[in-house]
Nanobody
């Protein structure tokens, strides 16, 4: 079992930055592929960014490429999402997810473990 706890969300003005953290416990994330998803009110959960256990990152090209960066510190069992140039349309609950190995995938059903989420609100 892997427990995930997100933090770092909050209210920020358009153009601002936030850094989300996802602290894992129970098992090392070294062999897990990690991802960030987000869900806005009335919308389905969508993939934001992923970090493969073997290295490499994947992003949702259309919405966050060039603005968001996913990183991981396996020694601290933590995954980060640095979000720059935030826009009001980035407002959502951001959740961290983990799957045991394999490539980064963009569907929520492909992930085995989830955090409770952290709210990000971007004002215009």
């Amino acid at each position: 079992q892997v427990q995930l706890v997100e933090s770092g969300g909050g209210l920020v003005q358009s153009g601002g930055s936030l850094r989300l953290s996802c602290a894992a416990s129970g098992r090392t994330i070294r062999t897990y592929t990690m991802a960030w998803f987000r869900q806005a009110p009335g919308k389905e959960r969508e993939f934001v960014a992923g970090s493969s256990w073997s290295g490499g990152s994947t992003y949702d090209e259309a919405s966050v490429k060039g603005r968001f960066t996913i990183s991981r510190d396996n020694a601290k069992n933590t995954v980060f999402l640095q979000m720059n140039s935030l826009k009001p349309e980035d407002t959502a609950v951001y959740s961290c997810a983990a799957r045991g190995g394999g490539r980064v995938r963009g569907l929520p059903d492909d992930y085995d473990y989830w955090g409770q989420g952290t709210q990000v609100t971007v004002s215009s």
